[in-house]
């Protein structure tokens, strides 16, 4: 009886784990976006808030956000630095950051 008692005490300790694993990773994407942006607030202010002649990206939808990057990516964009950089991106830190531009306030 033991046996079981401590197998299931390890099956729901695995279970709790897990499942801050999946809270910590969904932050953590969203540290890695905010982290990812500080490049992006050269051209685009800062948080996305932009001053000049470049779109702000301060509370853009995140589906527009990652088409266009990856947009860019691909070459099927064209623009004058946003393909050298976009190209750096994995599909992962698109997401993470149209998840963070988006969440911004406009």
Known sequence: ???YASFKIAIVAGLGLATMG???SA???MAS?????NTCF???GPAGHSVGAMPSLAGKDGEAI???LEGYRSGNLKGTVMN?????YSTGEIEALAGYFSS???
């Open 1 to 3: 009886m033991k046996k």
């Open 22 to 24: 999946l809270a910590s």
């Open 27 to 29: 932050s953590a994407e």
């Open 33 to 37: 976006g905010q982290v990812l942006a």
């Open 42 to 44: 050269s051209c685009h």
């Open 66 to 68: 990652k088409f266009l």
């Open 84 to 88: 050298r950089i976009a190209k750096g």
């Open 104 to 106: 911004q306030a406009k």
